[in-house]
């Protein structure tokens, strides 16, 4: 299974919603835990893409201030070459040294504009990246918080009524072995872990 964040997401709220009821109690569902998993596990593989389109960003950025830098020592450069030739020429002297001036002013300014747009550009398209992560995180944890309180539930009712857990008989003893579960992920302790 392959989408974007925002439709694994769908997906994922989609199959607790359409969820069977369980019986006497509209607010619990039963959902197949294996299709749930996966889909997390879809989502939680699409947000390091998330993060490599913000550093693209970040890239796109340093390179298009690069960019006009170099263009603004070109425009420098050419900007003294001209001077020294108009020095050159004694009669012309305060014109070159004016123009120098003045085509060395618009190359900052110029520069000055380039960097300013590229950084407004760049903030704006990392917060909008930071906003979608956040977001994306925040339907993570309900979606989990969801799936645990529906399995707290399928598994507390048996367990209330003093019934054996599911594959033992009433002595305790195992009949038949039972396939190997598979551990549940813990966002708080993946977040200590990369803290």
């Given at each position: 299974m392959a989408g974007s964040i925002e439709e694994l997401l769908e997906l994922l709220y989609t199959e607790i919603e359409e969820a069977k009821n369980m019986p006497l109690n509209a607010d619990k569902c039963v959902v197949d835990r294996d299709r749930v998993l996966d889909m997390i596990d879809d989502v939680k593989a699409e947000i390091p893409v998330e993060v490599k389109r913000a550093q693209d960003l970040v890239a796109n950025r340093n390179d298009y201030i690069a960019s006009a830098k170099r263009e603004a020592d070109e425009i420098r450069d050419k900007a003294k070459d001209y001077a020294k030739e108009l020095l050159n020429k004694e009669?012309?002297?305060?014109?070159?040294?004016?123009?120098?001036?003045?085509?060395?002013?618009?190359?900052?300014?110029?520069?000055?504009?380039?960097k300013q747009a590229a950084g407004e550009y760049c903030e704006d398209a990392l917060r909008k990246a930071e906003e979608?992560?956040?977001?994306?995180?925040?339907?993570?944890?309900?979606?989990?918080?969801?799936?645990?309180?529906?399995?707290?539930?399928?598994?507390?009712?048996?367990?209330?009524?003093?019934?054996?857990?599911?594959?033992?008989?009433?002595?305790?003893?195992?009949?038949?072995?039972?396939?190997?579960?598979?551990?549940?992920?813990?966002?708080?302790?993946?977040?200590?872990?990369?803290?």
């Amino acid at each position: 299974m392959a989408g974007s964040i925002e439709e694994l997401l769908e997906l994922l709220y989609t199959e607790i919603e359409e969820a069977k009821n369980m019986p006497l109690n509209a607010d619990k569902c039963v959902v197949d835990r294996d299709r749930v998993l996966d889909m997390i596990d879809d989502v939680k593989a699409e947000i390091p893409v998330e993060v490599k389109r913000a550093q693209d960003l970040v890239a796109n950025r340093n390179d298009y201030i690069a960019s006009a830098k170099r263009e603004a020592d070109e425009i420098r450069d050419k900007a003294k070459d001209y001077a020294k030739e108009l020095l050159n020429k004694e009669s012309i002297v305060k014109e070159a040294e004016d123009r120098s001036s003045e085509i060395i002013a618009e190359a900052e300014d110029r520069s000055r504009m380039l960097k300013q747009a590229a950084g407004e550009y760049c903030e704006d398209a990392l917060r909008k990246a930071e906003e979608a992560v956040a977001g994306i995180y925040d339907e993570i944890k309900r979606a989990r918080a969801q799936f645990r309180s529906a399995i707290g539930s399928v598994s507390e009712p048996a367990q209330q009524q003093g019934q054996p857990p599911r594959g033992q008989n009433p002595r305790g003893q195992n009949p038949r072995p039972q396939p190997a579960r598979r551990p549940m992920y813990d966002a708080e302790a993946d977040e200590g872990i990369r803290d």
